[in-house]
């Protein structure tokens, strides 16, 4: 009898109330019915290494050739037999990946499987108590059969119920993530949760692959200062002066009282040779003061001494 009751707590607790397929399916539709993103590669996942071998399959889907073997000692860690998410987030950034979480949501996966940006997402196939950690990479759905397709450990097109999915997914907090080549932005991630990616993506990537990043996030979020600073520190880290001193124009513009921008921008016209401007933009930012103001009194001093 305890067998048996055992048993019907776990169908229970499987079989419970999915209430985000349930509403994502009743729903009308604004996408597809139906969507597979099959060229994304597939790798089978060795013993306890899910975590590389799914990675290897989000960057490859990127353009991004990068074997699960040479992602195990990066993101592997013996002592757990897994991969931490955040480790997975910073070994795609030091491939040339912009990594970045997506929206906790079934829908939101969704879409990004709609901007045909393959997810890579944590789940507990076992009992919460019990719980066994899994990698996998969703790469389609059928909404009319109510399915979602996987990439998942020797199976390279795994159907399974979104309810289960939805229930196996929810035990890692509904934990999702994109790899996305330079340019391209995930499809549902608002800019307060971009922004610190963006800044990780900045420190480790080559300057004009973030400066492609910043661009990109521009076009969806105009006049956003953060990103106008960022832009700017990409290209002249990336030596194209013309372009930081053009983002920085910008930043000035839109943010009139903000003095790094000024003496960012009186430090690139210096560069430049136009000194006039330059000295304009750097007086501008002592008079704003600020903290930033020592900082553009050494700017001034320095452009009037050329």
Partial sequence: MRR??????????????????????AGPRAGPHQLELSATPFHAQERYQCGPAALAMAL???GIDASPDALVPEVYLPG??????????????????????IEPRLDALLAELDAGHPVLVLQNLSLPIVPKWHYA??????????????????????????????????????????ALAPGQLP????????????????KSAPPKSAQLAYHAALQRWPNTLPLQLGLGNTAYAGGDRAA?????????????????AFNNLAVVL?????????????????KLGGPWRDEAQATLRSLQGQ
């Fill in 244 to 260: 930081a001193a053009d983002a920085f124009r910008s930043a000035t513009i839109g943010h009139p009282d903000n003095g790094a």
């Fill in 270 to 286: 210096g560069e430049l040779g136009q000194l006039d401007e330059a000295r304009a933009a750097a007086q501008t930012a002592i």
């Fill in 137 to 178: 990479v969703a790469i389609g759905y059928d909404v009319d059969s109510g399915d979602i397709i996987l990439r998942s450990g020797t199976t390279r097109r795994m159907t399974m119920p979104l309810s289960t999915f939805e229930h196996t997914w929810s035990r890692s907090g509904f934990w999702g993530m994109v």
């Fill in 60 to 62: 490859g889907a990127a």
């Fill in 4 to 25: 048996l009751l055992a048993t019907a707590a776990v169908v229970l607790l499987l079989a419970g109330c999915a209430t985000q397929t349930r509403a994502l399916l």
């Fill in 187 to 202: 499809a549902t991630t608002r800019l307060e949760e971009l922004q610190p990616a963006l800044i990780a993506y900045e």
């Fill in 80 to 101: 757990r037999e897994g991969s931490l998410q955040i480790e997975l987030l910073a070994a795609g950034r030091r491939h040339g990946a912009l990594t970045a979480r």
